[in-house]
């Protein structure tokens, strides 16, 4: 009987541990599809911060609306709901397990962008700036290695067609003639190169120092607010009669936020190393790209030195070969620009809040003034 008994005992044991598993699996879907959907709606509000006029090129608003961090002790609460999103969530240990094996699984960084997306929504503009950054700098460089890529061949077939018809037009020596074409088209080549690298670079360093000044900005609410909560943490204390009974809540509340508001500043920190790790991959595989696109008008040049007709085969196939030159390395921005124009320097870093070391100080605070009061007592007392 017994073991008939333990035997029930085991199957409704082990349905428990299965229905655990499935309501694990519901909620793991279910964060997902809520990361989803917010991204969605951080998308849609990303690109309202997208300035798409003056042409080729794009860049960051002037005027992006930064959130304001709330100081006073009842308005902070709205943010109750995001601490315990941070501190109460689990992680999904098991990222893509059930979509199955055909289905193609998420980058790790799409993975690790949505638990900060699920963790951190108070923080959803600070993310816009860095995705818009990301974004930005990788599409105004695909643009600009196609447009490069297509004066390329433009300069090319005007070059072959111009010389072809420049000596009925021009009374000189067939050769002068043909040369002096490829030079006009040659500098105007160039011209045309640079007038779209500084064009480029100018959105860039614009696009760069507004993001840049945002994300300081953010950053520096969040070591203000948290400056506050550090010092609320103490001086509510001494603030009357009246807050003594709510004294023990607000001093655990003004606690959670000393934690939670350096670990916003961490994970933006993530968010944006994310988006900076994307545009150094982006960069290298469009340089790629751009070299195989550079060969067709090259290829096409060199064809069309061999089967020209003028005196001038062997000085076309060195414009070719000049414009293909001009095509890749002329002009190239470089990586490292963007991390120069964003001047990390003047923000306000995780390291710098010392979290750790400052609640542990008015901890030890708080130990000695009960250390005094006992001392006080007893001294009193005697």
Known sequence: MKN???????????????????????????TRT???????????????????RGGLFHELHDDIPLPKEPQDYDETLRYRSDVSAYFENDLDLFPDFGGGLLRPPRPFYAIYRDEIDTKFQADAVARDIAGLVR?????????LVIAKRV??????????FVTERATSWINLEPAITEVSVLFVVLALFALVNAGLYWNFQFKAARTCARAGTGLQSILKNIESAYGNAVERLSADENRGEALKDEWPARAAWWSQLILWYPKRVEHIEKAFQIGM??????????????FFLLLIPAALGVYLALTYD???RYEFLTFTAVVTLISYWGWRPKLTFIRDEISTGNWDRFSSFKS??????VMEQDKHKIIDEQRRNKSSGS
Request: no cysteine; hydrophobic share 45%.
């Open 4 to 30: 008939i008994v333990s035997l029930f005992q085991n199957a409704d044991t082990s349905g428990q541990e299965f229905s655990n598993e499935e309501s694990a699996a519901v909620t793991r879907r279910r």
């Open 135 to 143: 974004s930005i700098a990788n599409r105004n460089f695909a643009r």
């Open 151 to 160: 004066i390329q061949l433009m300069a090319i077939l005007i070059a072959y």
């Open 310 to 312: 003028g005196p001038i």
């Open 277 to 290: 790790w994307r545009i150094r991959n982006f960069y290298a595989i469009i340089y790629v790209v751009g």
């Open 356 to 361: 750790h070391s400052r609640l542990a100080e």
């Open 34 to 52: 809520e990361a989803k959907a917010a991204r969605r709606k951080q998308e849609k509000a990303r690109d309202a911060l997208l300035d798409k």
